[in-house]
């Protein structure tokens, strides 16, 4: 079952520059220069985002130098694809029986 937490993190991955940064993160660390050239977002509006991912429990800062590096947790995403696939196989399972019960 989808809870109230998993609802908001649908509601974070959502956003089309959030999802890009995600797709972006998953192949790599980055920092907010290299998402800047790679997304073309402004800096403060990129930042902006970046930030609700990391109160969302998506990315994680890694700060190195006078740069700070996002990368992505994915197992964060791994648990909400797990309550896809649970969600996918319960209606499989319910669609099974419904058909073994339904009239010829």
């Known amino acids: 079952m989808l809870t109230s937490v998993d ?5 974070v991955l959502a956003d089309p ?23 073309g977002a402004k800096q403060t ?3 902006n985002h ?6 969302a429990g998506v990315v994680e800062t ?13 197992e964060v995403l791994e648990s909400l694809a797990g309550r896809f696939t649970g969600l996918a196989a319960t209606a499989r399972d319910t669609a099974e029986h419904q058909r073994k019960r339904a009239c010829p």
């Open 7 to 11: 609802a908001d993190l649908i509601r």
């Open 45 to 47: 509006n990129l930042s």
């Open 17 to 39: 520059l959030r999802l890009q940064i995600v797709g972006l993160l998953a192949h790599e660390t980055l920092c907010t220069t290299h998402l800047v050239e790679e997304t």
């Open 62 to 74: 890694e700060p190195c130098g006078r740069f700070t590096y996002y990368k992505l947790r994915p």
């Open 50 to 55: 970046l930030r609700v991912l990391r109160e």
